[in-house]
């Protein structure tokens, strides 16, 4: 697989050191990342909206911020995560009334646009909507907390979306979200996975460059 991306969860890291937690992991060979915005209200947790996104654009971080919306609806964050410097917004699309519209929205603010798929959540929303996706996002956990279990299914549900994506001759990246760690990275790529999300598995270690070289020779077997 070409430009595999590892895209560290900052839901996992020391939210009272942010900043130099987001350098560390760049520092450390991470390619983008992963901005984790939950509602209370589509996912039964809180965490971090636009302005913590404008603060680390304040803070020097240039590598590209990959929001993920949990929220519920979604329209209204858009503009102000394009407005805090995300590069890319992904929502799911059973959360907004008007799937297509909301991905307009995101595209119409500069950024690129993906929908996410929990896991017992069919692909069929993608059929009329190719065009307007840049991103596909497995969940491979139920959202709403970092530190669960890899649900196999996923596996299954990536060999699909893959072909969905090779069909269409688009540019769409595929990146799978939740329990991804160094040792089932192998099979996520292998299923066809380009972009990889992974919170407790770098945070959770002292050494952020030493998963990350982990997980990016286990991509490249
Ligand atoms: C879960 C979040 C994930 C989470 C992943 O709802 O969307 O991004 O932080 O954390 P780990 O890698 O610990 O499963
Ligand atoms: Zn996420």
């Not at 996912?43 to 680390?56: D, E």
């Not at 979604?74 to 890319?88: K, S």
């Not at 646009?113 to 996706?133: E, I, S």
Request: net charge negative.
């Amino acid at each position: 697989m070409q430009d595999d991306r590892i895209a560290p969860s900052i839901l996992a890291a020391d939210f009272a050191r942010l900043g130099e937690e987001v350098d560390a992991v760049l520092a450390a060979g991470a390619d983008m990342v992963h901005f984790d915005v939950m509602d209370n209200h589509y996912v039964p947790n809180l965490t971090i909206g636009p302005m913590i996104c404008q603060a680390l654009r304040n803070h020097g971080v240039t590598a590209e911020i990959d929001v993920h919306l949990m929220v519920k609806p979604v329209d209204r964050l858009i503009p102000d995560f394009a407005a805090a410097g995300a590069d890319w917004i992904t929502f799911h699309p059973e959360a907004t009334e008007h799937v297509d519209r909301s991905l307009q929205l995101v595209r119409d603010q500069g950024c690129r646009a993906g929908l996410v798929f929990n896991p017992a959540t069919p692909l069929d929303y993608l059929k009329y909507v190719m065009d307007k996706v840049d991103m596909i996002l497995l969940m491979s956990v139920n959202p709403g907390f970092g530190g669960q279990s890899f649900i196999p299914a996923t596996l299954d549900k990536l060999r699909e979306a893959r072909a969905l994506i090779d069909a269409s001759g688009r540019d769409i990246r595929l990146e799978v979200d939740g329990g991804v760690k160094t040792e089932n990275i192998r099979a996520v790529a292998e299923a066809g996975a380009d972009t990889f999300v992974a919170g407790s598995a770098i945070f959770g270690q002292s050494d952020y460059r030493a998963v990350v070289d982990a997980m990016r020779q286990e991509i490249a077997q």
